[in-house]
Structures are given as C-alpha cells and as structure tokens.
C-alpha cells in the first residue's frame, strides 16, 4: 500500500492524539488553578469589565475561566495541527465551535472573527490560482518567463528568481501544482535529447535540482507580498485587531526586499551542494519542448485573456487600492469575473479551491481572536517578555533573534499559516509593549 504523504507509527494514531489533546485542554481549562498574574491582567487592562459588558461574564472569577478555557485550546490546537489527528479544515471548524459553546465571545463576534477580509481575500487567492489552471494560462506563463533562454545555468538562475517573484504574488501551493509538470517535460525533453535512440537514461540528481530550486524558490517569495501566503493574510489580520494595521503596499516595503536577496541566496546554495551531480548539462531540448506544447495551444484563447487582465487587475487592486478596496474586495473578483464573462465555469473553480486549507485560515483567526480578546495573548506576551528580558532580549535585534528562531524551529513541526495563527496574538503584542515605533510590525 502507497503511504506516501501519510504519518506513520505513533503520529499515525488519530484516536491517541485526539485523547491527548482533549485531555491537555481538560487539565489547562479546568484542574489548574488560575495563575494570579493572569487575574491581575485581566482587571488591570479592563478585560473583566468588557467580559461583563458582553455578558458572558458575571464576575472576576467567571471572566479568568473563559480565558483559562482560551489558554487550554491552545496546546490542544497544537497537538491537533502537528499531527493532523483532525484535518486541518476541521481543527479550523472546531475553533468558533468551542467559541460558541463555551460563550467565549458574543455570538455576533465570532462570525466576524471567522469570515472577515483576511479570510475573503485567501478564497479568492485560491480561486484565482484555480483559474489559472483552469484555463491554462500557467503554461504559457512558464514559456514567458523561461522559453527565452538557453544552456543549463541562465534558465535555473531565470527559474529562481522569475518563482519567487511570482511565488510573491501568488499562493506557493498553487503555483508549485502547475509549475512541477512544466519542470518534469523540461528534465524529461532534456534527459531525453542527451539519451540513446532506444531508451531515456534518467537523471535523478537534475529531476531533485529542478523541483527543489522550484520549491525553494516559490518559498523565498514568501515574505514579499500577502497573497504569498495564508500565515502572511493571518498576521495581517492580527495587526488590525490590534489596531495597527498594515496595508499591501506597507507589507511590501517591509518584506519584498527579501525576495531577490533570498533568490540570490537559493541559487549559490543551489549551485555550490548539489549541482556537481548532474550529468544533464543543456536543458535546451526541455525548454523547446514546453515551446513546441504551447504553439500547439495556439493563440492566447478568450478564456485566457480574461484571466490574464482578472490577474492584473486584482494585483493592482491590492496594491494601490489601500484601505479603500481592502484585500478581500479584489480578491473576490477572482470568482465572480470568470463567471460574467463566461471563461470558466463556477463549478470548476469550486472544485480547484482548497477548502480544508481555508477553513483552518478562518480557525486560525477565531483562536488569534480569542486569545486576544479574553486577554490570554496579553498574559502570555507579559510572561514571555519578562522571561526574555533576564537574558536582555525583550526589545530590538534581540526580541526579533529570539522570535525568528522560535518560530521557525516550530513551523517544523506544523505549518506554518498555524504557527502564525498560535503565536501571532502573542508576539504581536509583545512588540507593541516595547513601545518601540514599528517594533510589533518587524516582529510579526
């Protein structure tokens, strides 16, 4: 049996980690007592007044147990992304669920929390990369950016940084699924040219280096935009919540410079461990094969046009739009063009769209929504800051050494859009207590 992309052994053990993550929410929820640190935040900053406005508070006591209730869901949240013991779609369900039968927010709040712009604005992400597909527009992309060039190290130096411009703009997942079948018939046009006439002698070591450089490259134009990436729309929400908001334009100033500098990066790393393998060195024969494929498509098709100028449009929207269009907004076109001007139909865009991987974004919002409003992230942030200033990182290169590195050594173990939904409402707040200008933007 094929358990590729399956978790094996005891990570395997859906019902065990389930059990576990219940159990670790049951003891954080409702055996510990609540710290007295946490009871003083809460009154200090005004969070057991506002519970009690909203009435799902009546006193101190009930208001430190909603956010006791909020401090368990997150290990159990945890748990449950790391392992998937649930589909990540419906660990993301699960978050206004628990929302709603715990009374951890007014009702009316938490439909906001769990359909706002950031989540609109990631539907339409995906369904604009859908219809790229859909229409077939991707392959013609790909004969644009790499069927000018020739010989072995123009087209991997164009591949990487032509990606992870692109990969800034677009989704990873989605670029990656219909740039690998462009990347297999350029290794597989290549292999075959330098290949006797009676059979194709492989080369593993360029099929590993070209999907790799993809790969890597599609994640070094992560940082450069918010449609890159759910955990960049995710931060973007928790900025607003936390009445600093940032907008498309702003995360590019801070994040696009990155792109080039990681690309330069990718390819010297590239070049220096893994190409001396390689046995392929003209990938010439590949590119004019995805040529030869796309003149048999003919002419650009109505269908493709539209999706060209849709793509245009919406990437102009975001940027230069501002508050005034927000992101969800353009966003949304991506399904509602296509259908007026007949060039796909709405079912097939549907189909294309990953709802498991939306339902977790608006989740991961829900729960950044409730640590911050039960006032659990403040305590968590108050706690962690205290910790780091023993060693002399609560602030500056230190505070943002010490986040970087912890939050890449988890999204090692978990995603990374569920990394930024765990610990975003923490170290969001964080910055903003150093009272440094621009510190909670550098830090998130």
Same mark, same amino acid.
């Given at each position: ?25 049951i ?6 007592? $609540?710290?007295q ?5 809460l ?34 949240a ?18 206004p ?15 906001? $929390? ?18 790229v ?32 411009i692109?990969g ?46 993809l790969?890597?490259a ?19 929400? @928790?900025?607003?919540d ?88 353009p966003?949304l ?6 259908v ?18 939306w ?46 590195? @912890?939050?890449g050594?988890? $999204? ?12 975003g ?14 510190e ?5």
């Amino acid at each position: 049996m094929d358990t590729h992309g399956e978790k094996t052994g005891i990570f395997a053990k859906k019902g065990l980690w389930i059990g576990i993550g219940v159990g670790v929410f049951i003891v954080v929820a409702f055996l510990l007592p $609540t710290p007295q640190s946490l009871i003083e935040v809460l009154e200090e900053y005004g969070y057991v007044e506002k519970m009690i406005d909203w009435e799902i508070a009546g006193n101190i006591e009930e208001a430190s147990q909603k956010t006791m209730i909020v401090l368990g869901i997150v290990p159990m949240a945890v748990i449950f992304f790391a392992v998937e013991a649930l589909p990540i779609g419906a660990t993301g369900i699960l978050m206004p669920v628990l929302a709603y039968f715990f009374g951890l927010l007014p009702f009316n709040m938490i439909g906001k $929390t769990f359909a706002g712009d950031a989540p609109l604005f990631m539907l339409g992400v995906f369904a604009l990369g859908g219809t790229v597909v859909e229409v077939g527009f991707h392959k013609r992309l790909a004969v644009w950016l790499l069927g000018w060039t020739k010989g072995f190290w123009v087209p991997m130096i164009v591949l990487c940084f032509s990606m992870s411009i692109v990969g800034s703009f677009m989704s990873a997942p989605a670029m990656c699924s219909f740039m690998v079948p462009v990347m297999m018939a350029v290794y597989y046009g290549s292999v075959k040219a330098n290949s006797p006439e009676e059979k194709v002698i492989h080369d593993p070591a360029l099929a590993k280096y070209l999907l790799f450089s993809l790969c890597f490259a599609l994640n070094m134009g992560g940082p450069g935009t918010p449609s890159a990436g759910g955990r960049n729309v995710i931060m973007m929400g @928790f900025f607003t919540d936390y009445g600093i908001p940032i907008t498309y334009s702003g995360w590019m100033k801070y994040g696009w410079g990155l792109v080039p500098i990681g690309s330069a990066m990718l390819l010297l790393y590239m070049a220096t461990f893994f190409s001396k393998k390689i046995k392929t060195r003209d990938l010439t024969p590949g590119l004019q094969y995805i040529k030869d494929e796309t003149r048999k498509m003919g002419k650009m098709s109505y269908a493709e046009y539209v999706t060209a100028i849709t793509l245009f449009i919406i990437v102009g929207l975001w940027i230069f739009g501002g508050e005034a269009t927000g992101l969800g907004g353009p966003a949304l076109l991506a399904l509602v063009v296509p259908v007026l001007f007949k060039s796909v139909k709405f079912e097939n865009i549907l189909e294309r769209i990953s709802f498991n991987a939306w339902f977790m974004y608006c989740g991961a919002l829900t729960l950044g929504a409730l640590l911050k409003e039960s006032g659990g992230a403040l305590w968590l942030a108050k706690t962690f800051l205290h910790g780091l200033s023993q060693v002399g990182m609560d602030k500056g290169y230190g505070l943002w050494v010490g986040m970087s590195g @912890f939050s890449g050594l988890v $999204t090692n173990f978990m995603s990374d859009a569920a990394t930024v939904a765990l610990i975003g409402p923490i170290v969001v707040p964080m910055g903003i207590m150093t009272q440094v200008a621009g510190e909670p933007w550098a830090i998130g």
